[in-house]
């Protein structure tokens, strides 16, 4: 009898060591997002098969469609690449992949980067199309950095990165554009809009798609995906530091967003992930879920008088950005809206600026935007 018994907690405490999910294989590492004791073979089923249902049930794509990958060389872009690649043979979804990446003009960051996606193209097939802000806007981050400093360059390069995105998928005429937000971005940025109070956005910033007002739609596919399961998958580090699917991808943070507004909520969120898995999930259903009365929404958007770029003022703020760079006044355009583009403030009675502003030299710089909507 003795000797049965223990038969049978061997026997359980084999089972316990096979795959949760295929009882075949050992297990290779505990899932993030289920906690769940899975070998390599079902975490990579699991993981693209979550994708194309998000895919599928939310009809992102259509047969025939171009799309472009945002591509910055990181984790979730090359991930992005690769994984839509696949399930597009895997599954006929019949769509025209391409890559799209931006140079901001960071040396010793995007310029390696880039390297990186230039290998992508080679590995995955892709096309490849990259824009600059040198070219776009007549500035490299690296040079607007020398004039704002680290304190409020972020501004300028999101605005900028997003219109550049745009621009770059216009060129490229696709139909949609796909960037990598994961999971944790979009818990962050639920996060964030509570603290800044930004209603309006809140009640959009959880959508899968969004843009359908504006030049290109955009959809994140991995909406719903781990950053810790984006990184297993390329290059997981168990079974003895076996490599997984060694793909290749640029690992350094960008040099001047130490401290980004953004990094503090990642910090929180992280914090809550080790407590509670589920906690990311979580956020995300509930931002889903919010009730925003009906009285607070977004702007009416029009389109910008100076670039054609869609937007609900008189100039999109990448013009206003703009404006007060080439005006040697930089921080222009970050005050309010409509002191940044009419300097309301700075102006005299006759509609004049102070001596000393008028005359300061202005920087010469190609306005925003020598690509038309």
């Known amino acids: 009898m003795s000797d049965r018994l223990i038969t049978m907690e061997e026997g359980k405490r084999a089972v316990s060591r096979l795959c949760s999910i295929c009882s075949q294989r050992r297990p ?35 047969a025939g469609e171009r799309i472009a990958v945002a591509a910055s060389g990181g984790k979730d872009s090359t991930v992005l690449a690769y994984v839509l690649s696949e399930l597009n043979r895997r599954h006929d979804y019949g769509l025209d992949l391409f890559l799209l990446s931006v140079d ?43 004039v704002i400093g680290l304190k409020n360059n972020c501004t300028f390069c999101g605005v900028f990165r997003r219109q550049a995105l745009d621009r770059g998928a216009a060129l490229l005429k696709v139909d949609k554009l796909v960037t990598g937000h994961n999971a944790d971005d979009m818990a962050e940025t639920v996060l964030l809009n509570i603290l800044r109070g930004d209603i309006a956005r809140l009640s959009r ?3 899968i798609m969004t843009g359908e007002d504006g030049p290109i739609p955009r959809c994140k596919p991995f909406k719903y995906t781990y950053e810790k399961e984006i990184v297993i998958y390329p290059f997981g580090q168990f079974d003895k530091y076996a490599y997984f699917k060694k793909l290749d991808y640029f690992s350094t943070e960008c040099i001047y967003s130490p401290n980004a507004y953004r990094g503090f909520a990642r910090e929180f969120i992280k914090d809550l992930e080790r407590i509670r898995p589920q906690a990311i999930l979580d956020i995300i259903r509930s931002g889903e879920d ?11 958007q ?29 921080k222009l355009g970050i005050s309010r809206a409509r002191e940044a583009i009419n300097g309301s403030e700075r102006l005299d009675k006759a509609g004049r600026l102070p001596k000393a502003e008028a005359e ?14």
Not at 34 to 54: G, N, S
Not at 360 to 373: A, D, T
């Open 28 to 62: 290779a590492l505990k899932r993030p997002k289920t906690l769940e004791q899975i070998c390599r073979e079902c975490f990579y089923a699991v993981f693209e098969e979550e994708i194309h249902r998000v895919i599928m049930e939310n009809h992102l794509f259509k």
């Open 104 to 146: 901001e003009g960071i040396t010793g960051y995007r310029d390696d980067s880039l390297e990186t996606v230039k290998r992508n193209e080679i590995q995955y097939g892709l096309p490849l199309k990259v824009v600059s802000y040198k070219d776009l806007y007549g500035w490299t981050m690296d040079e607007i950095v020398k």
């Open 205 to 207: 910033c959880t959508f």
């Open 290 to 300: 919010f009730r925003i009365s009906s009285s607070t929404r977004m702007p009416d």
């Open 302 to 330: 029009g389109t910008c008088e100076r670039c054609g770029y869609i937007s609900s003022q008189k100039l999109c703020k990448a013009c206003v950005l703009l404006e007060g760079l080439n005006r040697g006044l930089p």
């Open 360 to 373: 300061r030299p202005i920087l010469q710089s190609k306005p925003c935007g020598n690509l038309e909507f």
